[in-house]
């Protein structure tokens, strides 16, 4: 991907002032309306949907995903992408379950997974930033080696026996029906809010993303951007990685596999474009909030996975082709 590329699609001018340019300038107001719908549809279509434990559970269709969205995000504002994620979550939670054959415990499993994300970021830093290569090309590769890994060091096996206390993460309740994991969603989304949206930092990754040329010749240290955005992906799949094994109790090469798609449709159904420079945080909770109510909802309706599968693939298509259509129709009608 190229940061030079001139952002389009949601990246729209402050003079467009038509109903339709607004509604899809005010990309966050859409996806509200359509949480409340899903919300509602929801509730008519299953009698189980509204009880405060079963909404407690369907955070968990979203909440490890979320957690690498808010770092993907701003890693495709300043035009690159990385699509290992998921697979550095199995390398991570490969390297805590030989941990815990080796006896650690529950900080030291901690440590071992956001650790091993961190320096899975870092080797996808060097080879992007630093011999500049194409970020696309070089996450490809790195997703298969990842989990390449996880599987010559697995096999068909799996890793199990994690500590009590470890089950906290994953499984753990901080109070009433809000769990661990949703209150660090929480956390994330301010932090990553607040770094993408009202520091030097954020706005010098929409500068990249919009051209990289005029921001490095505007004094933006471009390659140590990208580096440091590539570190947070690396170690926001490594405290992904931590909570999915917590929650499962398990370690298997193939987990979280697919979990890249899914992320980089949540981060482009938020508003981001997949082309760079223009994007939001809250949109990309919104978007978590509509495929993860989505996703229960056909849960409780006992809906195949396949199908599922299928209506995250056209989302993705939809989110991305739309967009372009609709500049396509207002140029004929110009």
Not at 35 to 62: E, G, H, K
Not at 64 to 84: R, T
């Amino acid at each position: 991907m190229s940061g030079a590329s001139v952002a389009k699609g949601r990246h729209l001018p402050n003079s467009l002032t038509s109903p339709a340019a607004r509604m899809v300038k005010s990309w966050e107001s859409l996806l509200l309306v359509v949480v409340v719908v899903i919300f509602i549809v929801n509730s008519f279509a299953s009698p189980y949907f509204l009880d405060p434990w079963n909404l407690s559970d369907a955070t968990y269709n979203f909440t490890e995903k979320l957690m690498i969205a808010f770092a993907m995000a701003p890693l495709i504002i300043a035009g690159e992408i990385d699509l290992s994620v998921a697979s550095i979550m199995a390398l991570a939670s490969t390297a805590m379950g030989y941990a815990v054959t080796q006896g650690a415990g529950t900080p030291e499993l901690v440590g071992v997974g956001v650790t091993v994300g961190l320096l899975c970021g870092v080797f996808n830093a060097v080879l992007v930033t630093g011999i500049g290569l194409p970020s696309i090309v070089v996450t490809i590769g790195t997703m298969s080696l990842f989990r390449g890994i996880s599987y010559i060091v697995l096999g068909d096996k799996a890793y199990t026996g994690y500590p009590a206390g470890f089950a906290y993460f994953g499984q753990g309740y901080v109070w009433y029906v809000f769990s661990f994991e949703l209150i660090l969603v929480a956390l994330l989304a301010v932090a990553f809010g607040v770094l993408l949206h009202r520091t030097n930092f954020g706005r010098a990754v929409y500068a990249i993303g919009n051209n990289a040329t005029a921001a490095l010749f505007s004094g933006i240290r471009v390659g140590r951007v990208k580096f440091i955005l590539f570190l947070l992906t690396g170690v926001m799949s490594g405290v992904a990685s931590v909570c999915l094994t917590s929650r499962l109790g398990s370690t298997r090469p193939s987990i979280a596999l697919g979990t890249e798609l899914e992320v980089v449709t949540m981060v482009v159904l938020g508003g981001v474009n997949i082309l760079g420079g223009s994007g939001t945080i809250p949109g990309v909770v919104l978007a978590a909030l509509v495929m993860g109510l989505v996703t229960f909802g056909f849960g409780l309706l006992n809906v195949p996975g396949i199908v599922m599968s299928i209506f995250i693939g056209l989302l993705l298509i939809g989110v991305i082709a739309l967009p372009r259509l609709w500049a396509q129709f207002r140029a004929r009608r110009g």
